[in-house]
Nanobody, 129 residues
Framework: VQLQASGGGSVQAGGSLRLSCTAS????????MGWFRQTSEKEREFVAA????????YYADSSKGRFVISRDNAKNIVYLQMNSLKPEDTAIYFC???????????????????????WGQGTLVTVSS
């Protein structure tokens, strides 16, 4: 499956952005999806994930209460709505996918970058103070 992330940009602290990740070339509804972010100072870190059916959502502590992950399996898109943005949210954001048929328990593995086999190219989010 190929992933294309979009929606990044520059915003002031307290603002909002919605990232999108469009999938092609595979059965999107059979894939668990995740969002990660990376800066030059930090390794790639988990932001949020959603199960293949959309019934379960998972968040990093830094994302809880501010970010919402959702998916539209009819359109092959996963979204990350980011609200109350902070300068420390500045990063390149990546979407990632893992086929549900070859992982036993996504609920215990969603936060690891090594869980995901497919990655998008990243979209830059810059939050100014």
């Amino acid at each position: 499956v190929q992933l294309q992330a979009s929606g990044g940009g520059s915003v002031q602290a307290g603002g909002s952005l919605r990232l999108s990740c469009t999938a092609s070339g595979g059965a999107f509804s059979a894939h668990h999806m995740g969002w990660f972010r990376q800066t030059s100072e930090k390794e790639r870190e988990f932001v949020a994930a959603v199960s293949a059916t959309g019934s379960s959502q998972y968040y990093a502590d830094s994302s809880k209460g501010r970010f919402v992950i959702s998916r539209d399996n009819a359109k092959n898109i996963v979204y990350l709505q980011m609200n109350s943005l902070k300068p420390e949210d500045t990063a390149i954001y990546f979407c990632a996918a893992r086929n549900k048929w070859n992982i036993h328990d996504f609920s215990s593995a969603y936060s690891s970058r090594y869980t995901y086999y497919y990655w998008g190219q990243g979209t830059l989010v810059t939050v100014s103070s």
